[in-house]
């Protein structure tokens, strides 16, 4: 039965900062959300599954969606593209479940601006070294690509502001247990306009 407490909740991060690692132990610690699986033009990875990580599709058929209004939002990114399914959000929204989107900062602005009552969250690294250590750790991608993922992350990175709450992605367990605070309604310590919180990002971005 559909319930008006349902809550749309928006992660975004820059690349390496650890998003999708903390999505995912949100949702195996928290089995009643909904976890919108993003449409992607981009090759799957070796480790990843169709209809778990991802919906690989091509160019042709994301085309396709984005013509039928499929898409609650799109962006590129690294020459590839990423979206929303309106249809699954509004689905698990209309059966009462709280639903998380792990999409970009630019995926967060199309979807604030159709749906304003969504709760948005921007993950950040501890500094930019730990984040190229990261990225580096990852080994699927090339020097040259994990350059350009920190000049890029830098720049997403400036976008912090646009969010109502900033989760500092250090330790995992703490980063996992402060975004199941905001998801519960008392993540009050991770508030955007909290000083303590405005004070670490100015160390980390500058």
Not at 159 to 184: G, T
């Amino acid at each position: 039965m559909a319930t008006n407490n349902a809550k749309l909740f928006v992660i975004a991060a820059p690349s390496g900062a650890g998003k999708t690692t903390i999505v995912k132990a949100l949702v195996a610690r928290n089995p009643g959300l909904r976890f919108s699986i993003s449409y992607t033009t981009r090759q799957k990875r070796r480790t990843e599954v169709d209809g778990v990580d991802y919906f690989f599709v091509d160019f042709e058929e994301f085309e396709r969606l984005n013509a039928e209004g499929e898409l609650l939002e799109f962006a590129k990114v690294f020459d590839n593209y990423y979206a929303t399914s309106r249809s699954q959000v509004e689905k698990h929204l209309a059966d009462g479940r709280n639903v998380v989107l792990e999409i970009d900062w630019q995926g967060a602005r199309q979807v604030r601006a159709t749906m304003p009552e969504c709760i948005t969250i921007f993950i950040l690294p501890p500094s930019l070294e730990e984040l190229e250590r990261r990225l580096r750790d990852r080994r699927t991608d090339s020097p040259e690509v994990i350059e350009r993922r920190l000049h890029d992350a830098q720049s997403d990175m400036s976008h912090w502001d646009e969010f109502d709450y900033i989760i500092i992605n250090d330790k995992l367990e703490q980063a996992v247990y402060d975004l199941e605070s905001v998801l519960e309604g008392s993540g009050d310590s991770c508030a955007r306009s909290n000083v303590a919180v405005r004070r670490v990002i100015s160390r980390i971005i500058g």
